[in-house]
């Protein structure tokens, strides 16, 4: 069994960690933007280089010909990778072109949403000229002040701006959104929502639907939730999959909303939609709502779930790629998670740290090290790029277990990095649950 991995970071030598585990050994030929250390350890090929370029990806898949091709980052999946490796014969756990946009595209996300689940999506209009009356009139009285401005393509997630937190006044959000349409002939405004965000994550064949362990990501900067937003500085899992602040019937709807759009996208798109399917949702006062939908495994989401997956992740991907996919074939243990990721003491405002020596202490039995934007001379000494460093995964009985673990594991560290310490804490846990209930007794 031979898996081509597209790869960007931790992400992937998450995912290449849970295919070494399988019982069907393979043979991973990873392709990465960077000289990755943990892929370099368990890949038989590590191939850097640009992702994009598909004639080079190619050339690497027509030499190994692969099994299956899994295919991690965002922008190779947007531009259609899957396609092409289908094309060549190679089946890919990844979505096609055409069903990546429910990411690519917030304005098919949002039209698909609204005719499938209109209960759960937000207050939004979709502008592709700029008429200042309008874009006013909806943003001050419709949606009064209270609005979110989204670029209508893959921006590395830095193309979402809200009112009140990157947009101080109307004008600001105007001339935003004005920017946006000449850059991109499009954009979407929305309602803001008040609530607290949860990501669910489910493998996907066609309209078969395997849910994975509901998730808490932490996507700005500092403690307390301050500070620009990054891709995501931790995240934690609870071990009944839910999460605390989650009621029954929020966790049951969204998974009803991921089945509803894989059926969507079928029906809209005419061919099935096969690899992950990441809900991001947001529970508010009356319920839930989605936030956006990504058409890959998250990160750092992967780092929590795919160390707890019990079963076979090869299998996993055969099934989805053959277009049966058996609930049973997909297990995960009864465990918390706590990731903490590791980043330059600069990141993300600046790059100053690149290159500086970073040490980590043993990985002990309970924890995880999963490496992102790192490089590895000769000497093995390791050295900080201008991204994410490494996710730390501490695995426990309880949350409460796993965050100590993550913690004492990212104290040890040597290093300019720096993480949240607060991620996965009994205290921010608490505010979440203090949130939810505010919102929830004002119904
Ligand atoms: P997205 O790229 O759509 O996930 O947006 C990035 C971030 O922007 C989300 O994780 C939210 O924190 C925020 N966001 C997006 N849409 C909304 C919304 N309608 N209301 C409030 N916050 C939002
Ligand atoms: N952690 C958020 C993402 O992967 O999009």
């Known amino acids: 069994m031979k898996i081509l991995l597209v790869a960007s970071g931790a992400r992937e030598h998450a995912i290449a960690d849970a295919l070494a585990r399988s019982p069907q050994k393979p043979e991973i030929i990873s392709v990465c933007t960077t000289n990755n250390p943990g892929l370099k350890r368990l890949s038989t090929e590590l191939h850097v280089g640009n992702i994009l370029d598909f004639p080079w990806v190619m050339e690497i898949a027509q030499k190994a010909k692969p099994d299956l091709a899994i295919v991690g980052p965002d922008d190779?999946?947007?531009?259609?990778?899957?396609?092409?490796?289908?094309?060549?014969?190679?089946?890919?756990?990844?979505?096609?072109?055409?069903?990546?946009?429910?990411?690519?595209?917030?304005?098919?996300?949002?039209?698909?949403?609204?005719?499938?689940?209109?209960?759960?999506?937000?207050q939004y209009r979709v502008f592709t000229s700029y008429e200042p009356k309008e874009l006013n009139k909806f943003i001050a009285q419709d949606l009064k002040g209270n609005y979110v401005v989204k670029y209508d393509a893959?921006?590395?997630?830095?193309?979402?701006?809200?009112?009140?937190?990157?947009?101080?006044?109307?004008?600001?959000?105007?001339?935003?959104?004005?920017?946006?349409?000449?850059?991109?002939?499009?954009?979407?405004?929305e309602e803001k929502l008040v609530g607290v965000e949860f990501s669910l994550l489910?493998?996907?064949?066609?309209?078969?639907?395997?849910?994975?362990?509901?998730?808490?990501?932490?996507?700005?900067?500092?403690?307390?939730?301050?500070g620009p937003n990054t891709g995501g500085m931790g995240t934690y899992t609870d071990s009944d999959h839910s999460l605390p602040f989650l009621t029954r019937e929020d966790l049951a709807r969204a998974k009803e909303i991921n089945r509803l759009t894989a059926q969507a996208l079928l029906t809209a798109c005419g061919e099935p939609y096969r690899g992950i399917l990441y809900g991001g949702f947001i529970a508010v006062a009356d319920g839930?709502?989605?936030?956006?939908?990504?058409?890959?495994?998250?990160?750092?989401?992967?780092?929590?779930?795919?160390?707890?997956?019990?079963?076979?992740?090869?299998?996993?991907c055969q099934a989805i790629t053959q277009g049966t996919l058996p609930e049973d074939l997909v297990r995960f243990d009864h465990k918390a998670t706590v990731c903490k990721y590791l980043a330059p003491e600069s990141y993300p405002v600046s790059k100053d740290q690149r290159g500086a020596v970073v040490t980590f202490p043993p990985v002990p039995k309970n924890a995880r090290l999963f490496f992102g934007d790192i490089a590895e001379n000769e000497q093995g000494i390791l050295h900080v790029g201008g991204s994410r460093t490494a996710g730390i995964v501490g695995i426990g009985e309880t949350l409460a277990e796993a965050e100590t673990i993550a913690e004492e594991f990212c104290r040890q560290v040597k290093g300019p990095v720096r993480h949240r310490a607060d991620i996965g804490t009994a205290a921010l846990i608490e505010q979440r649950m203090q949130t939810m209930r505010a919102l929830r007794t004002l119904v």
């Open 76 to 122: 190779p999946i947007g531009n259609g990778l899957a396609d092409v490796l289908e094309d060549a014969g190679i089946p890919a756990m990844a979505p096609k072109k055409s069903l990546a946009r429910i990411e690519s595209s917030k304005s098919f996300a949002r039209d698909l949403l609204r005719n499938t689940v209109p209960d759960s999506v937000p």
């Open 288 to 316: 839930i709502r989605v936030i956006e939908f990504n058409a890959r495994f998250g990160d750092p989401e992967a780092l929590n779930v795919l160390p707890l997956l019990s079963s076979d992740l090869v299998a996993i």
């Open 202 to 226: 489910s493998f996907v064949s066609g309209t078969q639907v395997v849910d994975m362990p509901a998730i808490q990501d932490h996507k700005r900067a500092y403690a307390g939730d301050t």
């Open 154 to 189: 893959l921006r590395g997630g830095k193309g979402v701006k809200v009112s009140g937190e990157h947009l101080a006044t109307i004008e600001e959000g105007m001339q935003y959104a004005k920017d946006c349409i000449e850059e991109g002939g499009r954009v979407v405004i």
